[in-house]
Structure formats: C-alpha cells, structure tokens
C-alpha cells in the first residue's frame, strides 16, 4: 500500500527545508454525515521527524487541524544524503511512517 | 435567419466605422463573440496593468501577494496530488468491456482539455468535459458519475493536468445555434439571481481582487483556467458543474441540474472569452 | 360555581381573536404561494429562501398553527413574486452590466 507521507527535504548549506503532505481525513468528530449521524473523530495526535535518531521537529495535531495537512520547515544541522524518518500516530492507535533522503 | 443576422452585423460594422453608434450605446442584436472576448480581456488588463496576461488563470493568487506566497510554497505539495493520481489510474482502468476513455477522445485523451467545450453541430448543443466523460462511460456500459462529486473531479485533474500550459482553443463555428449558446452563456454570466440579487458578474467583474468576507474574489478572466480545485474550505477537489452549483446556492438561488444547458453555455461563454490564456488546472484555492 | 365557570368561559372566549384561522384558509394561502413559486420555477429563478419558508409553513400548519402557517405562506407568496419579478426585469437589464 502506498505511504500517506509525502515528502521533500531539500539542502540548502546548512539549512534543510522539509515540506510533507500526509493523507488523512483528519476528522475533527463534530461533523455529521448525510444521515445525520456524527462521524467519528479520526485525527493525528502527533507527527515526528527524526534525523540521526534525534527529533527534528515534533507536533501535537488535534481536532482543528484540516484534512490532508501539510507541513513546512526549516531545520540546521544536516546534509545531503542524510535519511530523515518521519513518523504520525492518530487518536485510533494508527500509524504510518516513511524514511526520505534528503536532497 | 443566417441572412438577417450577416445583414444585421454588417450594418451594424457600417455604423460602427460611420462612428454613429456612439461609445456605451446598447449593445448590436447581432452577436460578435470574437469582439466580445478582445473587449472582455480589454477590461481585465485595463483594471489590472501589473498583472501579466497569463497570471489572470490564478485567480485570487494574481490578485494578492501575501496569498500568492502561501499558494506558490504549497504548490511544491499540492493538495490535489492525490486525486490527481486517483484520476491518472482512473483514466487508465479499462471499463468492463475492456475499452477506456481513450478510447472516446481525440490523442487519447491526453493534452485535449483545452477543447472542451466544444459545439455539436450534429446535436446542437454544447458538449463540456465532464459531460463527454459521462457519454464515453454510458456508450460503454458503464455508470454515469456524479458530476458534483470526487471521482468526475479526479478524471478531469488529471485530464487538465495533460494539458497544463495549453492555451484555451475553444471554437465558435459560423453556425447561428453556437451563437446561441455562447449568448445564453453570456446573458447567464450577467444576470442577477437569488435572493442576494448577485449575477456572476457581480464579483467577478464589479469586485475581482475584493473581499467577500474572508475570501479574495477572482477575475472572470481565465476563471475556469485552473479547473477543477482543490478548495481548502471543501477539504476536497470540486469540478465546474459542482462551482456553478454552490455559487447559486451561495446567492440564495436555487441551483439548476449540474450540467444543465444553462449551465454548459455558461462554461462555453467563459472558456472562449479566455481564449489564449493557459491552463493551469488542477488548481488549489482556499 | 357553574356561574364563575360560564363567566370564566365567556371571559376566554372573549379573549380569543375574533376568528382562528382555519386549516381551509391555510390551505388557500399555501396554493397562491405555490402557483406563485411554480412561475418561478418555469422562469428557472426560484430561490433557497422562498423554499425554506413554503416548507416553515408546512411544519407549522402540522402543529396546527396554522396562524403561522398563513404567515409563513404570505411572505413565501412574497418572495416568490420578487423572484418572478428579478427574471422578468433581468431578462433586459442583464445587458446594462455586459461588458462591451
């Protein structure tokens, strides 16, 4: 099955940009369906990215985050070639995890 | 009929270059869509000078620089990959009896979204890209899609997306019935409707660049350029038919069956006054 | 005591409007706004609002009320007839807005 992480990691000098975009209904629980019935809460709880076994940037994602969220940032200290792990757990217990090479 | 209306516009080309029918008169009965659309782009360039011509396709984005930034680093990562890539499979499945949409476009439908629509002379009648889709599925057996909905949206992402950067080349035949279409689309663009009294020209002639609560509204130039969308406040990919649909509603009126005539005119007056201008679908908006 | 009661009867009656408004009048009232609505609708100019209030006087003239009910299908005959009037007018004003 295809990941739901997309990702490009670019270096820049000592600058990396990350950019993600994660599939996922992220929903918030509030919302009703057709029927009138509500469907359930589905979002991430947390998205990590890890570099050489050190968290780069970690969030804590809830109800008001959008469907399909997309991610940008900066980070120092790594290179070209460098493997970046990127990780998401939701509020159901599911996950899903990639690894990028860092461009 | 022909006859009176060739009399008509060369009369009316007479007075023009006599200089009597003065600047702002009522417009000539004769319809002149080839002079409707220069006079229409006229507008947009004159309202808008550092605009380049091709930018008008990005909506709202050509309209604010703060919004432009945040579109162009999401572009990187657009948010319609994923149905753009359920429509590249979509458009590659064969149907059950074995053929594909392929089969049913000219180059195999890639790299020809920016035909449609196009007039039928042998049934007379505009023919849009989501209604050819549902044709070439019903002459295979196959369910029409909902023209509102996920699936139609991811076949024309990918469909626009084979023709990214083409110009608008919408025909207009010597065939007074095209005429017709193209002047209904027209008189639909400018009438009001609902109960908020709003025709389409409302925001997208009178207020491009302008508010409407929280959102900037997009020229009419090159507006379906960039179709289908991804819109953040729909968390979801929308086609044409589903945009005219919420627009209505959106103007307290009740909206008309997607792909209705009105509503196939409205798109072919719309893509043939964007003649030229470049496809950039899909696109994503807020 | 039975005077107090008949008093007391006359009273309310008294304080009652003069005459209720009856199902057969809210349904007289109904079908005006319905033709009217249906006009629009060949016009193709139908509005949300003129719907969401035939339907307001529907629900109230099952709850009896049927009062509010004619109210309802008034302002319902109402917007109907300013949307008839909205596709009649624009039918030439459309051109006033045409960019040329």
Known sequence: ?103 | MRVVVAFLSALVTAALAAGVIAQGAPASDAPDPAADARAFRDYFVKKFPKSKLEDFVNGPYSMNEDMRRQWQGKEEFPPYEFALEAGKEMFTKPFKNGKTYADCFENGGVGVRQNFPYFDARQGEVVTLELALNRCRSANGEEPLSYVKDDMASLTAYMAFTSRGKPFDIKMPDDPRARAAYENGKRYFYTRRGQLNFSCASCHVQSPGERLRAEILAPALGILNAMPIYRSEWAGMGTISRRFVTCNSQTRAIPEEPQSEDYRDLEYFLSYVSNGLPISGPGARP | MRRMALVASLLVAAAMPARAASEADFKAAYAIAEAAEKEAGSLRNQWVTTEATLSAARKAAEKGDFDGAIASAKEAEALARASIFQATSEKERWKDAEIR
């Open chain 1, 1 to 103: 099955m295809a990941s739901t992480i997309r990702v490009r990691a670019i270096a820049n000098g000592d600058t990396t940009e990350v950019q993600t975009l994660i599939q996922h209904p992220m929903d918030s629980g509030f919302v009703k369906d057709a029927q009138g019935q509500v469907i359930p809460a589905r979002f991430i709880q947390q998205v990590t990215f890890e570099h050489k076994g050190k968290s780069v940037f970690v969030a804590d994602w809830g109800p008001a985050v959008a469907k399909d969220p997309y991610v940008k940032f900066a980070f120092k200290g790594a290179a070209k070639g460098d493997e970046l792990k990127i990780g998401w757990v939701d509020n159901k217990g599911a996950s899903d995890s990639t690894t990028a090479k860092i461009q």
